[in-house]
């Protein structure tokens, strides 16, 4: 059995804290906690063992479970592996495949890494990734090997200018941002805002034709604005972060799945699928032709306000 360094054990007893104030709004019919900058699956477990202490029972479910908890370990995959997802659907309307493009992706967290994974399971050639100190490119790109040796990077909590040591092709830089490599898609998965105005104005200048938004609002209005006016299609985070949202609804309904991640994964492609249709009509029903680039960005908004309308009037609260 590992041993708990002090530094685990404060944090262990801020989690338990933090859990007596908040089982009482958790639950199969309630919220569902999720994993967020600086909260991996150590600090989950230590949130979900507090919450079975305290009620007895393991109903609901928790984001990034391990097998032998409750829930799916599939759940952390869900949200990148979705953003993948997506980007075919947009893609295959424009009679284009993944295959051969290069994808810059910002960020090296869980939702980063599980985007390279599936772009590389496509054919893509994703070659960036990034930290709060620079970034790394990578010409040749990223493979299934190189994406283990990142994760061991990350894991002992290295810098990702040691990858640059072993592979001979890579650089990396120090405070400056993936945006300005050539790309065909870009995947800002890093942080809030972290796309702005110039960002923009260098990715367009690089060839991007797609934006797949990992983080939350990742784009600000500036940054909008200019690959609007370049006619770079935005996909927002309101969307292409559906896969996550879909896992954590499976889980609350299932709280026991014992799915194979092949049935795992076609349940995500559907559900994603079904999101980007329902986009799609929104942004169409409201004069928004899917060739706009904004027709993403207000199918988005307007599909996910009619369908909380509709569920407020059916239930007589309108």
């Not at 804290?17 to 600086?38: A, T, V, W």
């Not at 983080?215 to 006016?229: F, G, Q, T, Y």
């Amino acid at each position: 059995m590992r041993s708990i360094s002090e530094w685990s054990m404060q944090i262990m007893r801020f989690c338990h804290s933090f859990m007596n104030e908040l089982y009482r709004y958790l639950g199969p019919d309630k919220d569902l906690p999720s994993e967020e900058m600086g909260v991996g699956t150590r600090e989950m477990g230590y949130l979900y063992g507090q919450y079975r202490r305290l009620t007895g029972h393991s109903q609901g479910s928790f984001a990034g479970p391990r097998v032998n908890w409750s829930g799916t370990s599939l759940r952390t995959e869900a949200t990148g592996y979705g953003m993948v997802f997506f980007a075919q659907l947009i893609l295959a309307d424009m009679n284009k495949e993944l295959k051969g493009l290069r994808c810059v992706v910002s960020g090296s967290g869980k939702i980063a890494m599980h985007v390279l994974e599936k772009l590389i399971a496509y054919g893509a050639l994703p070659i960036t990734v990034s930290d709060s100190k620079g970034y790394l490119v990578d010409e040749d790109g990223f493979d299934f090997m190189k994406i283990s040796f990142l994760r061991e990077i990350k894991i002992q909590q290295r810098s990702l200018r040691d990858y640059s040591k072993t592979y001979a092709r890579s650089k990396y830089y120090d405070q400056a941002k993936p945006w300005g490599e050539r790309c065909d898609i870009a995947f800002p998965c890093a942080s809030q805002n972290e796309l702005d105005q110039s960002d923009a104005i260098n990715l367009v200048n690089g060839g991007c034709r797609v934006v797949i938004e990992g983080s939350i609002m990742p784009c600000n209005p500036e940054a909008v604005d200019v690959l609007r006016k370049a006619n770079v299609l935005v996909a927002p985070a309101l969307a292409t972060g559906v896969g996550g949202v879909v896992a954590g609804e499976l889980e609350l309904r299932e709280c026991n799945m014992n799915w194979s991640p092949e049935e795992f994964e076609s349940k995500l492609q559907e559900a994603v699928k079904q999101t980007y249709q329902r986009v799609v009509k929104a942004a169409s029903d409201f004069g928004y032709q899917k060739e706009s680039p904004e027709a993403l960005l207000h199918g988005a908004v307007i599909s996910s306000f009619l369908a909380i309308a509709s569920s407020m009037n059916d239930q007589g609260c309108v």
